[in-house]
Nanobody, 115 residues
Framework: QVRLVESGGGSVQPGGSLRLSCVTS????????MSWYRQISGKEREFVAT???????NYDPSVRDRFTISRDNAKATAYLQMNSLKAEDTAVYYC?????????WGQGTEVTVSS
């Protein structure tokens, strides 16, 4: 059974930091690219960052200098370190595992940035 479980969300003041985790099971983690997306209520889910199975990383320009994506293949876990958070980062954050022909999503973790 494939599972992706996000955690680490919460409420933080502007300028603060959070570290999201995505613990996975049920598939060969090392074969998959891992990505983070976010969704603001009433809007479409949008790309945040991705790390390939060989470690290639890409970010949306809006987070490039503030967020860091990483993965630990031994723990089958992906991470998103979020620094210098802004109000506009408020969203539900989802992780996704992808390889051609296969795509799995977690249930999301909520991040609220507010003073």
């Amino acid at each position: 059974q494939v599972r992706l479980v996000e955690s680490g969300g919460g409420s933080v003041q502007p300028g603060g930091s959070l570290r999201l985790s995505c613990v996975t099971s049920g598939f060969r983690f090392g074969d998959y690219a891992m990505s983070w997306y976010r969704q603001i209520s009433g809007k479409e889910r949008e790309f945040v960052a991705t790390i390939g199975s060989y470690g290639t990383i890409n970010y949306d320009p809006s987070v490039r200098d503030r967020f860091t994506i990483s993965r630990d293949n031994a723990k089958a876990t992906a991470y998103l370190q979020m620094n210098s958070l802004k109000a506009e980062d408020t969203a539900v954050y989802y992780c996704k595992a992808y390889r051609p022909g296969y795509e799995y999503w977690g249930q999301g973790t909520e991040v609220t940035v507010s003073s």
